[in-house]
C-alpha cells in the first residue's frame, strides 16, 4: 500500500456522511492486499466496511461483486452470510472515491470471529471451510454477469503467464528459483493435460480460504467475505485455492487439505477430470503465489504483507511437493470416497507364502542393530540376508519402519502399505484374479537386473500390484486369473556381505490400489495414515496369508494410561507427543519412524543406545552386580578414574545414584566437615529433589513458591543473572560486592555456614556465565568464615562445556567438594560426591555411608566406560567445536529475529532467551510455542529458566555439524513462521 494512495479516517466519515448519508461514530482503516479498507461503526449501531479500490480496478468488475454477493445472499443453500453494497444517496451501489480516479462502494460488515493465523488447524475446520467453499462454487454456478473478470492474475489458469512475468523477479537460491518454479509448473501443467479440456469454467469467490471465512463462536462458518478475486475460473481452483492454503499449517495438513476436498464435494460434486487436476491445481496455486510474492517485494521491497506471507507459501509449495501426483490422486480419491471394491476372492501372485516367517522392521524390533538401520538400503539387504538365513520372509502391512531416511528427513516415508516378500529367482508372479494388465515403473538396473513393477485392474477397478519383478505381459492385456504375468529375477547381490546366497533372492513388493490404476509407493509419510490405508488396504490374500488383525492402540491410550496411574506431578514434555521408543547417538525415534534431534538430553553425554556402554552393562550384568562392601576391580577403577579428573587434592570418592543424592551428601558432609548447618545458595537454582537439595533449590519456575518456604538454615543470594537480574552487562561486578556484603550481615546476625552451595554456572537461567571473579571472590570470603564450597557439577561438568571438563575451571576455582551426577552414567543412574580425604574422614565420624547400588559394579562399569568413550571420540573438543558453530549460528538468528534476546552458554551448554521486547519481557507463551513448532520440525527442545523462557539447547556431545545446520535451519523456519503470521 503505498503512501500516496492512503486515505485517512476523517476522509473516510466525510465521504460516508455526504455521499451515503451516514453518520459515522467511530472508525479504523484495517488490512488489505490491494484495497484501502475502513471499518466504520454508525450510529445505529451497524458497522459498514468503506471499500476504496485499487485504480486498475474496473466499475464492471465492482458491479459484478456487487451482483454475485446479491445473488449468495438470495441464494438459500449457500446458509452463509456475505456482505451486501449498500446504495449511496444517489442510488448507486459503486461511486467514485472523492479523487476519481478510484472507485468506492460501500458494504455491510459480516460480523463474526476471524481466527488469528493458526499454527495448525482446529480440529473440523477444514472440513467447515471445504463446506462453505462447497456451498459457494455451486450457488455461483448458475451466476452470469457480463463484468465478470476472467483471465486475471489469480486466474490459475493464466499460471504459465504469471510465473513468466515474474520470473526475473524470483530470487537464484533455494528451492524455488525461476526455472524450478517453471519446472514445477510444468510438471503440473502436463498432469492435467489429458483432463484439462474437460474441466468446468464457471463464476468462482477466487480466494476461498481461512483468511476470507468468518465463524460463530461455536466454530461454525458463519460467512464469506472478500469477493474482490471473484470471476470466471476453474471450478476445480476454487477447492485447490483452499486445499492449498491449509498446507502453511503443522499437524496433518495434507489429509486438513483433502478433508476440505471431501467436504466441498459432498456440497458440489467434483467429477473425474477435477479429481485428477486437483492436485496439480493445488502445485500451480502455490507456485503462483511464490512467484507472485517475489514480484511483489521486487515491485516494493517495504511490502509487509508480502514479506509476511513468503514463507508460509513458500511451505505450501514444498508441501504440495511432498507427494507425487499419483499419490495426491490416490488420497484425494480415497479422502472423496471414490475408490473401487476388491473382490472377495482373488489367489496368491506369488506362491509359498503363507507359511514364510514375518520380518520385524518397526521401531522397536530388536531385529536392528546398532546402527545397521541407519545404513541406504538396509531394509531390503537386511531382508535378503534374513530371507537367505529363513527362507522366505515376509514384511508386515501398515507397520511403521524404521528408516535410514528418518535421520535425514522430517518426515521419512516410514509407513508401509504394501508387502515386501523375499523369493527365490525364477519365482512366478501370477494375476490374483480376471483382469487386465497395466504397467508401472521400473527399468533394469545397471546390474542387468529388471526391476519393474505390473498391476492388474481386477473387474470392479481394484488394482494388484507387483514390484520388483520382470513382467511378462504388456499392457492392455486380459488376463485370467493365475496366469503368469512376471517373473522375480534377482541378479544382484544378496546379502550386505556381497555373498550370493545358495539360491538367489529377490524382494517383491505386493500392494493394493483402490483408487483408479494409479501406483502407490511402497512406504509413505506417517501422515494420512487412514487415507493410505483406505486406498491401499492389506494385501495379505494377495500373498496367499491371512490378514494380521493388530488392536490399533489410539495415541492417546498410552498418555491416558499414564495419567491414571503416574503421579501427574511428574511433568511430561508436550500436550501431544511422540512415542519415543528408540534412540540412537543424537537422535530420538517415535514409533512412527520420525527421528527427532535430541538437543536437550544433557545426561546422554555419550548419545544413545552407545554400543561400547550397552555391551559393557550387559556384560557386567551377566558376571556381577552387588555392593560396594564387596571387594571387586570395577568399583576401585572407576574410583581413581573419577579421583584422576578431579583437581589435585580432591581424591576421596563417594558413590551413589542421582544428582539430588550427590548434593545432599555433600551438604552432609559439609555439615559434619564444620559442625554447622546453615547453607549459602542462589536462587534461581535448581539442586534437586531430596530433602536437602530441595531445600537449596529455589527456581520459581520448578516450585512457584520456593522463595516463601525455605528452612532458616538456607541461606539466599541473588542469583546473578547478568542478563535479566538487578545487575547487567558492565555493572555486572556488582553482584559479588552485594554476595559479600551479604555475608558481612549474615555475620552480624551470628551465622556461620556449614557451606556455600551452588552451580559454577547459572545452569536453570539457562547456561548464564556467572560474571568473572564471582565465585573466585565469594568463596574466599566463605572460606575465611570457615565454610565449605561446594561445586553442583550435575549439569555442567564432563567436557559440555567444551573448553573445560569441569565447570568451576570456567570460573577459575577449585572446590572442597563436587557433587556430580547425570552425565556420568549416560543415563543409567549415577553419581558421586568428590572431596578430600580430611573433609571425608571428618564426614566417618557420623558413621558408615552406604548406598546399596551406588558403586555396584554395574554402575561402576558405565561409569568407567563414559570416561573412556568420552575420551576414545574425544567428545569435549566436539563439545567445543561444534559448540562454536551452534553458539554462532544462534546469535545470527538471535541478530535476526527480535524475539531472541540473547544466547547464552558456552561449549553444548547454551540458552536461547525468547523475549518480547528485551531481557524485563521473557515471553514463555513464545518459548513454549516455539518448542512445539520445532517438535514438528523433528527438534526436542524444552524451555527453562524461572520465567520458563529460555530454550535450554543441551545435546549429547555426538552432535555434529550436520544435525546442528539441521537445528539451526529449523529454529529459523519456525522463528520466520511465527513472525510471518504475527505481522498478519
Ligand atoms: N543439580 C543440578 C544442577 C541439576 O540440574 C539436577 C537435575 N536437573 C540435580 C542437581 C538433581 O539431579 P538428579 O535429577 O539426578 O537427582
Known amino acids: 500500500m503505498t503512501s500516496e494512495l492512503s486515505i485517512s479516517v476523517a476522509e473516510a466519515a466525510s465521504y460516508l456522511r455526504d455521499r451515503y448519508g451516514l453518520g459515522v461514530v467511530e472508525a479504523s482503516v484495517i488490512g488489505s492486499n490491494e484495497d484501502i479498507n475502513v471499518l466504520a461503526a454508525l450510529a445505529d449501531g451497524r458497522r459498514v466496511l468503506l471499500k476504496v479500490s485499487h485504480p486498475g480496478v474496473s466499475r464492471g468488475s465492482l458491479e459484478a461483486q456487487n451482483a454475485a454477493l446479491r445473488w449468495l445472499a438470495a441464494s438459500p443453500d449457500v446458509r452463509l452470510e456475505v456482505p451486501l453494497p449498500c446504495e449511496s444517496t444517489a442510488g448507486h451501489d459503486v461511486e467514485p472515491w472523492t479523487d476519481a480516479a478510484r472507485l468506492a462502494r460501500v458494504l455491510t460488515f459480516v460480523e463474526g470471529e476471524m481466527p488469528s493465523p493458526a499454527v495448525r488447524s482446529p480440529a473440523g475446520h477444514s472440513r467447515r471451510l471445504g463446506s462453505a467453499a462447497g456451498r459457494v462454487a455451486l450457488a455461483l454456478r448458475a451466476f452470469e454477469h457480463e463484468g465478470l473478470p476472467e483471465g486475471g492474475p489469480w486466474d490459475l489458469r493464466s499460471a504459465r503467464r504469471v510465473l513468466d512475468d515474474a520470473a526475473q523477479c524470483v ?170 471394491t476388491p473382490p472377495v476372492a482373488v489367489s496368491p501372485m506369488v506362491a509359498g507364502l503363507d507359511g514364510a516367517d514375518e520380518a520385524d522392521f518397526s521401531v522397536t524390533s530388536v531385529q536392528h542393530q546398532a546402527d545397521g538401520w541407519m545404513q541406504e538400503g538396509h531394509l531390503e539387504v537386511t531382508l535378503l540376508r534374513w530371507g537367505n538365513s529363513a527362507g522366505t520372509t515376509v514384511t508386515r502391512y501398515a507397520e511403521h519402519r524404521l528408516t535410514s531416511r528418518a535421520i535425514v528427513e522430517t518426515l521419512p516415508r516410514s509407513f508401509a502399505i504394501g508387502i515386501d516378500a523375499v523369493v527365490r529367482e525364477g519365482a512366478l508372479v501370477r494375476a490374483p484374479a480376471d483382469g487386465i494388465v497395466v504397467s508401472g515403473g521400473g527399468a533394469r538396473s545397471a546390474s542387468g537386473d529388471v526391476r519393474a513393477s505390473i498391476g492388474v485392474v481386477l473387474d470392479g477397478g481394484a488394482t494388484a500390484w507387483a514390484r520388483g519383478i520382470e513382467p511378462l505381459r504388456a499392457a492392455g492385456e486380459r488376463v485370467r486369473a493365475r496366469d503368469v504375468i512376471a517373473r522375480v529375477t534377482a541378479g544382484r547381490p544378496s546379502d550386505s556381505d556381497g555373498h550370493a546366497a545358495a539360491a538367489p533372492q529377490a524382494v517383491v513388493g505386493i500392494g493394493w490400489c483402490l483408487a483408479a490404476e494409479l501406483e502407490p509407493p511402497g512406504l509413505v509419510a506417517p501422515r494420512a495414515e487412514s487415507l493410505w490405508r483406505a486406498a491401499c488396504p492389506d494385501p495379505s490374500a494377495l500373498v496367499g496369508r491371512e490378514a494380521r488383525h493388530d488392536p490399533e492402540q489410539a495415541p492417546g491410550d498410552l498418555i491416558a494410561r499414564r495419567a491414571a496411574v503416574f503421579a501427574a506431578v511428574q511433568e511430561r514434555y508436550y500436550d501431544a507427543p511422540p512415542q519415543i521408543e528408540r534412540g540412537w547417538r543424537h537422535h530420538l525415534v517415535d514409533t512412527a519412524g520420525r527421528a527427532y534431534l535430541d538437543m536437550i538430553n544433557n545426561v546422554a553425554i555419550l548419545g544413545h543406545a552407545e554400543p561400547r556402554l550397552t555391551h559393557a552393562v550387559a556384560q557386567q550384568m551377566g558376571l556381577l552386580n552387588t555392593n560396594s562392601r564387596f571387594h571387586y576391580e570395577a568399583v576401585v577403577e572407576f574410583s581413581e578414574a573419577l579421583a584422576a579428573r578431579a583437581p589435585d587434592g580432591l581424591d576421596a570418592v563417594l558413590l551413589v545414584n542421582s544428582g539430588s543424592e550427590a548434593v545432599d551428601l555433600a551438604i552432609r558432609i559439609a555439615r559434619a566437615a564444620t559442625g554447622r548447618s546453615d547453607i549459602l545458595a542462589l536462587t534461581e537454582a535448581y539442586h534437586g529433589w531430596t530433602v536437602g537439595a530441595d531445600a537449596i533449590s529455589t527456581s520459581i519456575g520448578d516450585n512457584p513458591g520456593a522463595l516463601a518456604t525455605r528452612p532458616e538454615w538456607v541461606h539466599l543470594l541473588d542469583a546473578p543473572n547478568t542478563y535479566r537480574g538487578r545487575h547487567r552487562g558492565a555493572d555486572a561486578h556488582l553482584y559479588l560486592t552485594d554476595a559479600l556484603a551479604r555475608l558481612d550481615a549474615l555475620d552480624a546476625d551470628g551465622v556461620s555456614l556449614a557451606a556455600m552451595v551452588s552451580e559454577p554456572i547459572f545452569g536453570n537461567g539457562g547456561g548464564i556465565l556467572l560474571p568473572d571473579g564471582y565465585l573466585r571472590g565469594l ?84 561409569g568407567s566406560t563414559v570416561l573412556r568413550v568420552l575420551d576414545d571420540d574425544d567428545l569435549q573438543e566436539n563439545a567445543r567445536v561444534v559448540g562454536a558453530v551452534l553458539a554462532h549460528g544462534l546469535r545470527a538468528l538471535a541478530a535476526r529475529y527480535p524475539a531472541v534476546g540473547a544466547v547464552h552458554g558456552m561449549g553444548l551448554y547454551l540458552g536461547v532467551e525468547v523475549v518480547n521486547g528485551g531481557p524485563d519481557q521473557p515471553d514463555p507463551e513464545a518459548a513454549a510455542a516455539i518448542c512445539v513448532d520445532l517438535l514438528e520440525e523433528g527438534v526436542i527442545v524444552q524451555p527453562t529458566g524461572d520465567h520458563k523462557n529460555v530454550l535450554k539447547i543441551k545435546p549429547p556431545l555426538t552432535i555434529d555439524v550436520e544435525a546442528v545446520r539441521r537445528f539451526l535451519a529449523a529454529l529459523d523456519g519456525v522463528l520466520e513462521r511465527r513472525q510471518s503470521r504475527a505481522a498478519m
Not at 788 to 814: A, I, M, N, P, T
Not at 828 to 851: D, H
Open 779 to 862: 568463596w574466599t570470603a566463605v572460606r575465611e568464615r570457615g565454610g565449605v564450597c561446594v561445586s553442583d557439577e550435575v549439569q555442567v561438568s564432563y567436557g559440555r562445556l567444551g573448553e573445560h571438563f569441569w565447570g568451576f575451571e570456567q570460573q577459575g576455582v577449585v572446590p572442597d567438594v563436587i557433587a556430580v551426577a547425570k552425565a556420568m552414567g549416560n543415563g543409567y543412574p549415577l553419581g558421586a560426591v568428590i572431596t578430600t580425604r580430611q573433609i571425608a574422614e571428618a564426614f566417618a565420624a557420623e558413621g558408615s555411608f552406604f548406598s546399596s547400588a551406588g558403586g555396584s559394579p554395574v554402575s561402576c562399569v558405565v
Open 171 to 340: 530470487g537464484e537460491d533455494g528451492d524455488t528459483t525461476a526455472d524450478a518454479l517453471a519446472a514445477t509448473l510444468a510438471a503440473a501443467e502436463a498432469r492435467m493435460g489429458p483432463v484439462v479440456g474437460e474441466l468446468r469454467v464457471q463464476p468462482i469467490h477466487g480466494d476461498l480460504t481461512a483468511d476470507n471465512v468468518v465463524f460463530d463462536p461455536a466454530g461454525d462458518a458463519r460467512g464469506v467475505i472478500d469477493f474482490g478475486d471473484v470471476g470466471r475460473g476453474w471450478l476445480a481452483a476454487e477447492i485447490a485455492v483452499l486445499a492449498c492454503s491449509l498446507l502453511q499449517h503443522d499437524g496433518d495438513p495434507i489429509a486438513e487439505a483433502l478433508h476440505a476436498a471431501a467436504a466441498f464435494d459432498q456440497e458440489c460434486r467434483l467429477d473425474d477430470a477435477d479429481i485428477v487436476a486437483l492436485w496439480p491445481l493445488v502445485v500451480s496455486r502455490a507456485v503462483v503465489l511464490v512467484a507472485s510474492a517475489a514480484r511483489m517485494l521486487a515491485e516494493d521491497p517495504t511490502n509487509e504483507y508480502a514479506v509476511a506471507r513468503a514463507p508460509l507459501e513458500r511451505r505450501m509449495l514444498a508441501r504440495a511437493l511432498s507427494l507425487s501426483f499419483d499419490e495426491a490422486e490416490i488420497l484425494a480419491r480415497a479422502a472423496l470416497g471414490r475408490l473401487a
